[in-house]
Structure formats: structure tokens, C-alpha cells
């Protein structure tokens, strides 16, 4: 999910809001908030040192006479300044307070200025994107109070000897410097807070697709299978009262069985073949309303009459499958709880919205048929989802009635 791209209205991927980049991977996760948790950054860590004793000879060379030289003690600051780096990620806090000591001890002794500042941005953005924006704050003020102190006042008893005050345009570069690593530390921060933003909601339209794959999966199983096993477990009654008496009846009904058994493995195993291949097209056709006289046929088989009034119009793949499946559970409804063995399923098609009427004539039996008790749950979700609605219920006369309004043009939710 990290590797969704996060798209504009309507255009490619936006190069700002493609996530961390790789300099900043060490502030991202976990590692950055959690204390203990974090890894030991040794590589950009040495870079650093190298860089801060490197750019520290340099700059100590170019300010000669008017710095104290680089010695022994001004070699191992700029290592211990460097090295508390090391652990930024898991003690941001300890870190930035100590480079800020660190680089403050430096520039009492009078070394020269240089990249040694470097040290205490990098520590003050791990503090303030882990979230210790305080201490962040507090420790590069008082290194900048301590370089104020040593520039107008304490200079007159610290090294180099006849130091002066720092001019005006010295404290500007230095405040500049301040802004400079307040502004990059909060970007820092404000970046990484919407990049964990971003993941989290990637995250949940993962699950919510995912949990809306697995609740069409199982209705669409749930409708196949019913329908099946209601015919086949009417039948297998059949069979088994007439095994005796009427062998004929029962061979009649063991061939129903062995007919919707292997109508609804099929059925199955194309639902099954789109879970293995999601990106594949379907070998087959989804079912819509012009399997219609199928479904009448199975229902014969189970011992219903059904009587269809109606055409069906050309409908959109999904409105198709939705109305077929909607009559098929109506229908296996009428199978397993209705006492009457005739079933009317009228279509009724005007402007853009579609209507199935399916009614028995009742009473309900009141029998358990092994059901789910999802059907009706599963007709009005697929009604939904597509904009449309079911009316289910009692008759005044005692039947039953489905009534399903489908729109026929594409849209709605799907």
C-alpha cells in the first residue's frame, strides 16, 4: 500500500507528495517517536563527522589569527557533537541538549565558526518531527544566548586574546541561520504528519475495498448456493419419500439434484477463477435476465410453477446481475418457506427505473430449510448499491411479495 501513487484531480503523481525522501527516512515510522525503538543511523552519522571536522579544518585555516586553532579539545568537541548523533532517533531530547552544549563549550573556547552548527540542526529536526518541539526550541535558544554572551560580553576573559564584540552583521547571519533551522525542522515535521496521514487513509481504503470484495464474494456465493441447495434438498425429500413406492419419481428427482449440484459448481467455480485472477476478464458472462427461462426451468424442477410477465430490457452488467440474483433469491425464498407451489415474477420496465414483482400466494410453512437468513439482507444490498430499493413483506390475502426498484442506467454506487 506504501506504493499507491497519491494522484492530483485528474493527473499523474505529484513529485511533492510522493512521500519521504530518502534523507528523510530517518524521522519516518515509529523509530522517530518511540523511545528504544529507533535504529542507529551510522551511515549518515559519518557522513556528518566527516563533513563537520573536514568543513571545521577548513574554516579554522580561513579564520586563522582571528579564531583560537583547531587542537586536541576542539577535535574531540566536534567528535562528541558529531557522535551524540548516533542516537537522535532514539533520545532526541538528550541529543539536541547535548550538541547544544557541546557546540556551546566550542564556541566559548574561541574556535573558529564553521559547520559545527550543523550538529545542532540536525539534532533540533529529529527533536521537533518525534514531536519534542519544546525541547527543540529551548535548547537552540540557550545556545543562542550563550553565543549572544560570549559575543558581547564574555569575550573580554575567553580565548583568542584581544577578541572584540561581534559586529551587527555577524548576529544577523546568525539569526538568519536560527529561522533557517526553525522553518526546516517544522517542515520537517508538518511533512511527515501528512505522509503518516496519507498511509493511514491509503491504509483504511485498502480495508474498506477489501471488506466490500468480501461481502460481494459471499453474497454472490450466498445466491448461488442457496438456490441450488434448496432445489436439491426439496428434491432429496423427494427422492427419499418415493424411493419405495414410485422408484420412477425418485430417479426423476435424483436427476434434478445431479443437475443443480452441476449448475452450482460452475457457478462457484467462476466466482472463485475472479479471486484468482482479479485482473482477468471472467471466462464467462455474468448471469443477467436473459437467463431467466433457466431459472423458471430449475424452479420447475423443485416442484414451482412460476408464471413471468414482463420483458426485459437491455441493462448494465451490474443492474443485469443484480436483478437476476434478486428473482433467484425470491424465488428460492418461495422454495424453502411458502406453501404454495406457484410463484408469478412480473418485469415491469418504465423510463429509467426497473421493477420486479415476485409473489406467492402463501401461506409460509413455517419450516426450516437450512438457510442463512441472509437472503433478504442480500437483496436489499444489492439494491443499494446500486441506487434501487426492496419492499418485502405480507399480502393482505397472506402471500408474499418482493417488490425491487432497479435504475437501468449506469451510475448510482456502483
Known amino acids: 500500500m506504501d506504493d499507491e501513487r497519491v494522484r492530483g484531480p485528474g493527473g499523474p503523481q505529484r513529485w511533492w507528495r510522493r512521500g519521504p525522501s530518502p534523507w528523510l527516512r530517518p524521522w519516518e515510522g515509529r523509530e522517530a517517536t518511540e523511545p528504544g525503538a529507533g535504529r542507529i543511523p551510522w551511515r549518515s552519522t559519518a557522513l556528518i563527522t566527516v563533513f563537520v571536522l573536514a568543513g571545521s579544518a577548513f574554516a579554522a585555516h580561513a579564520q586563522d589569527g582571528e579564531r583560537a586553532s583547531l587542537d586536541l579539545f576542539a577535535?574531540?568537541?566536534?567528535?562528541?557533537?558529531?557522535?551524540?548523533?548516533?542516537?537522535?532517533?532514539?533520545?532526541?531530547?538528550?541529543v539536541v541538549f547535548g550538541t547544544a552544549a557541546a557546540v556551546a563549550v566550542y564556541l566559548g573556547a574561541g574556535y573558529a565558526y564553521g559547520p559545527v552548527f550543523l550538529t545542532?540542526?540536525?539534532?533540533?529536526?529529529?527533536?521537533?518531527?518525534?514531536?519534542?518541539?519544546?525541547?527543540?526550541?529551548?535548547?537552540?535558544?540557550?545556545?543562542?544566548?550563550?553565543?549572544?554572551?560570549?559575543?558581547?560580553?564574555?569575550y573580554r576573559w575567553l580565548p583568542p586574546a584581544?577578541?572584540?564584540?561581534?559586529?551587527?552583521?555577524?548576529?544577523?547571519?546568525?539569526?538568519?541561520?536560527?529561522?533557517a533551522i526553525v522553518a526546516i525542522a517544522e517542515l520537517a515535521r508538518i511533512r511527515r504528519e501528512q505522509w503518516a496521514r496519507e498511509r493511514a487513509e491509503r491504509a483504511q481504503a485498502a480495508r474498506r475495498r477489501a471488506g466490500e470484495e468480501?461481502?460481494?464474494?459471499?453474497?454472490?456465493?450466498?445466491?448461488?448456493?442457496?438456490?441450488?441447495?434448496?432445489?436439491?434438498?426439496?428434491?432429496?425429500?423427494?427422492?427419499l419419500a418415493l424411493?419405495?413406492?414410485?422408484?420412477?419419481?425418485?430417479?426423476?428427482?435424483?436427476?434434478?439434484?445431479?443437475?443443480?449440484?452441476?449448475?452450482?459448481?460452475?457457478?462457484?467455480?467462476?466466482?472463485?477463477?475472479?479471486?484468482?485472477?482479479?485482473?482477468?476478464?471472467?471466462?464467462?458472462?455474468a448471469p443477467g435476465l436473459d437467463r431467466l427461462p433457466e431459472l423458471v426451468e430449475q424452479a420447475a424442477?423443485?416442484?414451482?410453477?412460476?408464471?413471468?410477465?414482463?420483458?426485459?430490457?437491455?441493462?448494465?452488467?451490474?443492474?443485469?446481475?443484480?436483478?437476476?440474483?434478486?428473482?433467484?433469491?425470491?424465488?428460492t425464498n418461495v422454495v424453502r418457506h411458502s406453501g404454495s407451489r406457484q410463484a408469478r415474477v412480473r418485469l415491469d420496465h418504465s423510463g429509467a427505473t426497473l421493477r420486479l414483482r415476485i409473489d406467492d400466494d402463501g401461506p409460509a410453512t413455517g419450516a426450516e430449510a437450512g438457510g442463512s437468513g441472509n437472503g433478504l439482507a442480500g437483496m436489499r444490498e444489492r439494491a443499494a448499491a446500486l441506487g434501487g430499493t426492496i419492499d418485502a413483506g405480507q399480502r393482505p390475502d397472506g402471500g408474499y411479495r418482493v417488490l425491487a426498484v432497479l435504475p437501468t442506467r449506469a451510475g448510482g454506487n456502483q
Open 75 to 94: 577535535r574531540a568537541l566536534l567528535l562528541v557533537a558529531s557522535g551524540l548523533l548516533l542516537w537522535r532517533l532514539r533520545r532526541p531530547v538528550a
Open 120 to 154: 545542532v540542526a540536525v539534532a533540533c529536526c529529529s527533536a521537533v518531527v518525534a514531536g519534542h518541539r519544546r525541547a527543540a526550541w529551548t535548547a537552540l535558544g540557550m545556545l543562542w544566548a550563550v553565543h549572544l554572551l560570549v559575543a558581547h560580553w564574555l
Open 162 to 179: 584581544g577578541d572584540h564584540p561581534a559586529p551587527l552583521g555577524q548576529e544577523i547571519v546568525v539569526a538568519g541561520w536560527v529561522v
Open 214 to 239: 468480501r461481502l460481494r464474494i459471499a453474497r454472490e456465493l450466498h445466491d448461488v448456493l442457496a438456490h441450488s441447495l434448496s432445489v436439491i434438498n426439496v428434491q432429496a425429500g423427494v427422492g
Open 243 to 285: 424411493l419405495d413406492s414410485d422408484p420412477e419419481q425418485a430417479r426423476t428427482a435424483l436427476t434434478t439434484i445431479k443437475s443443480a449440484s452441476k449448475e452450482a459448481l460452475g457457478e462457484v467455480r467462476q466466482v472463485l477463477d475472479t479471486l484468482r485472477t482479479p485482473g482477468d476478464a471472467p471466462r464467462a458472462p
Open 301 to 331: 424442477r423443485a416442484g414451482l410453477t412460476v408464471d413471468v410477465t414482463g420483458r426485459a430490457p437491455r441493462l448494465p452488467p451490474h443492474t443485469d446481475l443484480a436483478a437476476f440474483r434478486i428473482v433467484q433469491e425470491a424465488l
